[in-house]
């Protein structure tokens, strides 16, 4: 079963705007998410994580917010640019354990 | 500092064949792990090793198999390929939870299977 989910395939926002990439989870034991930027062919490249301690965490232009009652996080990127089209993916973890947990991704254009 | 590496890049296998992926972590990196990517299934967990151990193992089928050796680098064998088996086969490494828990990937082998 799919325990990380990104419900939007895909999000299409202007330059210069806010993007928001939303994430679910099912798993109350996660306590580690992270999100990854992907290009096709590619692996993917880590953008940020929060732990299930915190409810955001900055770097740069990326922000990403946990609401652990509502199982739910997001990614905002200010200001989107160009260069941040591609899929984003969504993952959690357990702790020992680093094996991931994907959500099926969201593919974020951004128009000039 | 170098990342993640997998070889090969590309390989296409014929059904039934058996087949070995290899990673070399980044340097440091105590743990591994593996993940499948298709088009259907999104990105799947296979395996993690952390110091020569299988740490846990996701819902594959025994055909995949996995490794780590004393200096981390690993390897992954998929044996009787089937089809099915045609993904992106990606290596993530890692230190120790204690450190931190950023998990780096590297670029991936892509396999066909025909």
């Known amino acids: 079963d799919q325990q990380v989910k990104q419900n939007s395939p895909s999000l299409s926002v202007q330059e210069g705007r806010i993007s928001i990439l939303n994430c679910d989870y099912t798993n109350s034991m996660f306590d580690y998410f992270l999100w990854y930027k992907k290009y096709p062919a590619e692996g993917p490249t880590f953008l940020i994580s929060?732990?299930?301690?915190?409810d955001k965490n900055e770097d740069g232009r990326f922000t990403v917010f946990l609401n652990k009652s509502a199982k739910h996080l997001s990614l905002h990127i200010v200001p989107s640019q160009p260069g941040d089209s591609a899929v984003y993916f969504c993952?959690?973890?357990?702790?020992?354990?680093?094996?991931?947990?994907f959500g099926k991704g969201t593919s974020l254009l951004v128009t000039p | 500092k170098a990342g993640v590496t997998q070889t090969p890049r590309y390989l296409i296998k014929t059904r039934g064949q058996q087949v070995t992926l290899s990673c070399s972590p980044i340097?440091?990196?105590?743990?591994v792990s593996w993940y499948q990517q298709t088009p259907g299934q999104g990105l799947q967990f296979l395996f993690e090793?952390?110091?020569?151990?299988?740490?846990n193992k996701g819902n594959f089928p025994g055909r995949f198999s996995g490794r780590q050796f004393s200096n981390s680098r690993s390897e992954m064998n998929v044996s009787t390929l089937e089809l099915g088996d045609s993904a992106l086969y990606l290596c993530?490494?890692?230190?120790?939870?204690?450190?931190?828990?950023?998990?780096?990937f590297g670029e991936g082998s892509w396999l066909t299977v025909v």
């Open positions: 929060i732990s299930s301690i915190k």
């Open positions: 993530a490494s890692s230190q120790d939870r204690a450190s931190g828990n950023t998990i780096y």
């Open positions: 993952a959690a973890s357990r702790m020992p354990s680093h094996a991931l947990n």
């Open positions: 090793y952390f110091s020569e151990t299988q740490r």
């Open positions: 340097s440091g990196h105590r743990s």
